[in-house]
């Protein structure tokens, strides 16, 4: 631990510069006699490590020393891979891995490129949950994780939508969507998709694992990903909407709202288009395009249309009864 210490200050001081003791001891959380003993061990190891005294004064490196040791683990290395994507590295249990990766890649980096690497890291940021939603961090992701990283089979309990089911399943990857993630899994040699929160219990077995011949994560959740918004948008309704509409529905359904902006024509109602869009289920659709209000109408199919109208009814019934009690 100590080893790993003294040469996170060692890189430390060579990307940022001068620091003190106390800044370093709250980088690292020991106490400032701790870090005083590192400086007098790192200098006796003959690294050019000087101390000022002063009100800015700190802990310095000679001008033009640079440390070569700045190889990656196999921890830090994975982890490097995720640092643009938000929390990910931290839901996965990589966080302190991440930070060691990124403090050595700065410092491997000439001068130049190292302060350039800090003003894009300070500048830029990703955030993939969607608005007025939280990111899920699943209590059983690193676990998973590390089934995945060691190509373990493991044992499951999965909330599907017919119920809860038992499943043995070969991990084959983990994919962050929107804020949720998904286990992408072989069962019985066909690889299917699993969302993380629905898993209620998981056991990693002693049993390995042989991940199929030419599989590609990536690959597979595009081409599953497009098939999956097929399958569940197969329906086709035909609506009017107001230009307050069209604002609203970019928000509510933006496949929907991207449909109507590739594809429509004027309506009677002055500022009003006619456009045909996906839908799901009659039931869902019903209830996702009455959150528009009367910025928009179905005009076909007619059971839409009517479920719909009686989901309105529903709403109406719902508070002309709270008025009556009132």
Known sequence: MRASRLLSILILLQVRGRLSANALA???EVSVRTIYRDVDQLSAAGVPI?????RSGGFALLDGYR??????????????LLAGVGEAASDLGLGTELAAAQLKLLASLPPE?????????????LDPAAWYSRPETPELLPTLATAVWSERRVQVRYESW????????????????????????AAHRQVRTY???????????????KRPRNFELARF?????????????????TIEISPAGRKLLRDVNPIAAHAVEANHRACKRAGWVRAEIPVE?????????LRLGTELEVIAPAGLREAVAEEARRVAALYAKRRRKA
């Open 50 to 54: 000087y101390a000022e005294r002063g």
């Open 281 to 289: 289920g009659a039931d869902y659709s019903a209830r996702q395009l």
């Open 67 to 80: 440390t070569k040791l700045t190889g990656f683990t196999s921890a830090e290395a994975n982890a490097l």
């Open 26 to 28: 709250r980088e690292f």
């Open 162 to 185: 017919k119920g809860e089911v038992a499943r043995s399943l070969d991990p084959l990857g983990l994919v962050l969507k929107g804020g949720a993630w998904y286990l992408v899994a």
């Open 195 to 209: 969302r993380v929160s629905n898993i209620r219990t998981l056991a990693i077995a002693d049993t390995p694992f």
């Open 221 to 237: 959740w595009t081409r599953w990903a497009r098939e999956f918004e097929d399958r569940l948008l197969a329906a086709r309704a």
């Open 113 to 125: 490129s190292g302060a350039s690497a800090e003003r894009v890291a300070a500048r830029f940021h």
